[in-house]
T-cell receptor, first 116, second 114 residues
Framework: DAGVIQSPRHEVTEMGQEVTLRCKPISGHDYLFWYRQTMMRGLELLIYFNNNVPIDDSGMPEDRFSAKMPNASFSTLKIQPSEPRDSAVYFC??????????????FGAGTRLSVL | GENVEQHPSTLSVQEGDSAVIKCTYSDSASNYFPWYKQELGKGPQLIIDIRSNVGEKKDQRIAVTLNKTAKHFSLHITETQPEDSAVYFCAASKSNFGNEKLTFGTGTRLTIIP
């Protein structure tokens, strides 16, 4: 398997523009997580899905952020309108379930977002 | 909610020496404690994890210890090598299987001096 695939790897945009980050989880994984990493706040969980259903979105900073998972192989994180303080590295991770001992989270390589 | 504190934030050790990173957590219901390694330009990767029914776990040069009473756990790397240089994160979760919400520590930048 190619692992968790995120696109784009880098995104530079201007304040006020819409930004869409994409994630393809590992095939067969039914948990998907979106994280944000900054120097100031470290690695924060934004939202996670189980079987395409959002389970906990308490980490989503505000209404400008939204996430969807239309099917088991694709998820998006959208920021509209974007602001400079949204600049960060955004990670997607996926995990299997089923009672196995090592249901760990596998992270993608991340999307580095810069909002000017 | 859960709060995980991690120390130190930076650590430099001579190649071949040992490195120890410590974390404390606040929620006594947490029962799963993974450690992740993040290399430059990459996402975090799990290196070892421990569950609340175990006090210590070892995998070659890395080991993790857990003290549930004191609510702290530690990562030990022995015989450090240059490729151990990275940022290390501890995390805690209430899930037995690690596939639910993880709360991460703030990270430790480990530098191995050749």
């Amino acid at each position: 398997d190619a692992g968790v695939i995120q696109s784009p790897r880098h995104e530079v945009t201007e304040m006020g523009q819409e930004v869409t980050l994409r994630c393809k989880p590992i095939s067969g994984h039914d948990y998907l997580f979106w994280y944000r990493q900054t120097m100031m706040r470290g690695l924060e969980l934004l939202i996670y899905f189980n079987n395409n259903v959002p389970i906990d979105d308490s980490g989503m900073p505000e209404d400008r952020f939204s996430a969807k998972m239309p099917n088991a192989s694709f998820s998006t994180l959208k920021i509209q309108p974007s602001e400079p303080r949204d600049s960060a590295v955004y990670f997607c991770a996926s995990s299997p379930s089923g009672g196995g001992v090592r249901n760990i989270q596998y992270f993608g390589a991340g999307t580095r977002l810069s909002v000017l | 909610g859960e709060n995980v504190e991690q120390h130190p934030s930076t650590l430099s050790v001579q190649e071949g020496d040992s490195a120890v990173i410590k974390c404390t957590y606040s929620d006594s219901a947490s029962n799963y404690f993974p450690w992740y390694k993040q290399e430059l330009g990459k996402g975090p990767q799990l290196i070892i994890d421990i569950r609340s029914n175990v006090g210590e776990k070892k995998d070659q040069r890395i080991a993790v210890t857990l003290n549930k009473t004191a609510k702290h756990f530690s990562l030990h790397i022995t015989e450090t090598q240059p490729e151990d240089s990275a940022v290390y994160f501890c995390a805690a979760s209430k899930s037995n299987f690690g596939n639910e919400k993880l709360t991460f520590g703030t990270g430790t930048r480990l530098t191995i001096i050749p």
